[in-house]
């Protein structure tokens, strides 16, 4: 069974920082791509970052660029999202999604998804004094 | 002000035909493929349609995608009670480089 284990959320205080984990079995996660997702209370799904199989290829929305770091393990099967100078705008439940693009060639790659088929249960991630 | 554009909601008596429509641009409906998403309340999102068109195994045939220039739009033939969920529209954005979604389409089933 394809499956994704989020961790690592909690309460932090604005401006802090916290570290998102997302372990995955079931599926060759070498040949993935990954992806971060975050839904705030009440509201729609927003895209927060993708990586690439090998890490080649990573791209940030313009609301975390430069706060947050997408990093993945492949011996470890794991992903992460590592976040600074949280918001509190921020708050939401987090989750992980996997794309079976394969090897990205060039920066087009993410043109050919397959879609996010994948995903974790969410983890969530409340920013407040 | 989300990217891709939905009716924030739709609804249909059990057995209808229903659509949820999704209007973007040339840099990324436009350009890109299409891909809908349903989320169950109180669940993770499932894939339902990629590339356009293209089901996941185990996604009924009800569900269809299409799309046409800058539009797309997700079609649930004979919806049932079932169904009843949020539904999110994405594609690649060229300009911006990332996935955009749409704000989502409540769907009820009267």
């Known amino acids: 069974e394809l499956q994704l284990v989020e961790s690592g959320g909690g309460l932090v205080k604005p401006g802090g920082s916290l570290r998102l984990s997302c372990a995955a079995s079931?599926?060759?996660?070498?040949?993935?791509?990954m992806n971060w997702v975050r839904q705030a209370p009440g509201k729609g799904l927003e895209w927060v970052a993708s990586?690439?199989?090998?890490?080649?290829?990573?791209y940030y929305a313009d609301s975390v660029k430069g706060r947050f770091t997408i990093s993945r393990d492949n011996a470890k099967n794991s992903l992460y999202l590592q976040m600074n100078s949280l918001r509190a705008e921020d708050t939401a439940v987090y989750y992980c999604?996997?794309?079976?693009?394969?090897?990205?060639?060039?920066?087009?790659?993410?043109?050919?998804?397959?879609?996010?088929?994948?995903w974790g249960q969410g983890t969530t991630v409340t920013v407040s004094s | 002000q989300s990217v891709l554009t939905q009716p924030p909601s739709a609804s249909g008596a059990p057995g209808q035909r229903v659509t949820i429509s999704c209007s973007g641009s040339?840099?990324?409906?436009?350009?890109?493929?299409v891909y809908w998403y349903q989320q169950l309340p109180g669940m993770a999102p499932k894939l339902l349609i990629y590339?356009?068109?293209q089901r996941p195994s185990g996604v009924p045939d009800r569900f269809s995608g299409s799309d046409s220039g800058t539009s797309a739009s997700l079609a649930i033939s004979g919806v049932r009670s079932e169904d009843e969920a949020d539904y999110y529209c994405?594609?690649?954005?060229?300009?911006?480089?990332?996935?955009?979604f749409g704000g989502g389409t409540k769907l009820t089933v009267l």
């Open positions: 999604a996997g794309d079976p693009l394969g090897y990205c060639l060039d920066a087009s790659c993410y043109r050919h998804s397959y879609g996010m088929d994948v």
């Open positions: 079931g599926f060759t996660f070498s040949s993935y791509s």
């Open positions: 990586t690439s199989s090998s890490s080649g290829y990573i």
């Open positions: 040339s840099s990324n409906i436009g350009s890109n493929f």
């Open positions: 590339k356009n068109n």
């Open positions: 994405a594609a690649w954005d060229d300009s911006l480089s990332g996935w955009v």
